[in-house]
């Protein structure tokens, strides 16, 4: 089985070189980080992450498309029955996106975000003790791995900043007009 998963990822390595989750990594190290990953398929409308549950994972949508969205208020304000959902965006797998990159960080990772397929998805998996095993056997490896994910974290944060400059932008001319 193992070794299915193996065969069909490396027919997707272009593709994976493609993700910011392995930018500068030669060849080597790519494949190097192979064995680490798994194949998972979610079919239109399922849940892949939920906000608020715990999960180790990073996942890297390989085909299909993804829906992001978060809940409206904050969930100790109001019953969880009662809570409705944002959508925020729409991804596929021409993005060569990867998430949950948050859970590599935190030592109780809470997910951020929902996300769901909207069309069949196929995506890389790969847990968090793969990915610490592999950098305490490779360290270049797993100074990659972090750097990316520092850089993807950085360029959130700085679209969420502007965002939030615009709501309040927004938000004291409503209240100003």
Known sequence: MKNNVQSRLKQKLDFLKEVKLFSGFSDSQLDAMLPAM????????DTIIKEGDS???????LEGEVEVSKTLVLPEWIKSSQQQEKSLTRLSHHHHL???EMAMLEDKPERSATIRAMKHCL????????IESITQKDPEIGMLIYRNIARELVE???R???DI???T?????ALEG
């Open 156 to 158: 959130r944060l700085v």
């Open 165 to 167: 400059l615009k709501l």
């Open 38 to 45: 798994d194949l998972q398929e979610f079919e239109s409308g």
């Open 160 to 162: 969420a900043n502007k």
């Open 55 to 61: 999960d180790e994972t990073v996942y890297i949508l």
């Open 123 to 130: 995506m890389v998996t790969i847990s968090r003790e793969h």
């Open 98 to 100: 990867f998430f949950g």
């Open 169 to 173: 932008t927004a938000f004291t001319l």
